[in-house]
């Protein structure tokens, strides 16, 4: 089972940027969804999520400019971002809470995460 993230690159202050996830693999059903960043010489930190349901949670410091989403069809989770800031520049993360068919309980991944930079 992998998660695999793409979408990053380089974009200038202000602007957008969209990041995708996929999870591939013998998946029967995924659980909560996320992205977490990491920035140089910081600590992972979280940034949103989103339930099987579509409930969705924020960081404050991404409140109003970034939005999480997902396909539970194409097993895919997705983060919209906008008015990004040079304190956005950082690896971004998903991971997610994912079941095995012949498993009865979930497991935790993260994927390999994908570069954003934003120049001021």
């Known amino acids: 089972v992998q998660l695999q993230a793409y979408g990053g690159g380089l974009v200038q202050a202000g602007g957008s940027l969209g990041l995708s996830c996929v999870a591939s693999?013998?998946?029967?059903?995924?659980?909560?969804m996320a992205w977490y960043r990491q920035a140089p010489g910081k600590q992972r930190e979280f940034v949103a999520d989103?339930?099987?349901?579509?409930?969705?949670n924020y960081a404050d410091y991404v409140k109003g400019r970034f939005t999480i989403s997902r396909d539970n069809a194409k097993n895919m989770v997705y983060l919209q971002t906008s008015g990004l800031k040079a304190e956005d520049t950082a690896v971004y993360y998903c991971?997610?809470?994912?079941?095995?068919?012949?498993?009865?309980?979930?497991?935790?991944?993260w994927g390999q995460g994908t570069q954003v930079t934003v120049s001021s």
């Open positions: 991971n997610a809470e994912l079941r095995y068919y012949g498993r009865s309980s979930y497991s935790n991944r």
């Open positions: 693999g013998n998946i029967r059903s995924i659980n909560d």
């Open positions: 989103i339930t099987s349901g579509g409930s969705t």
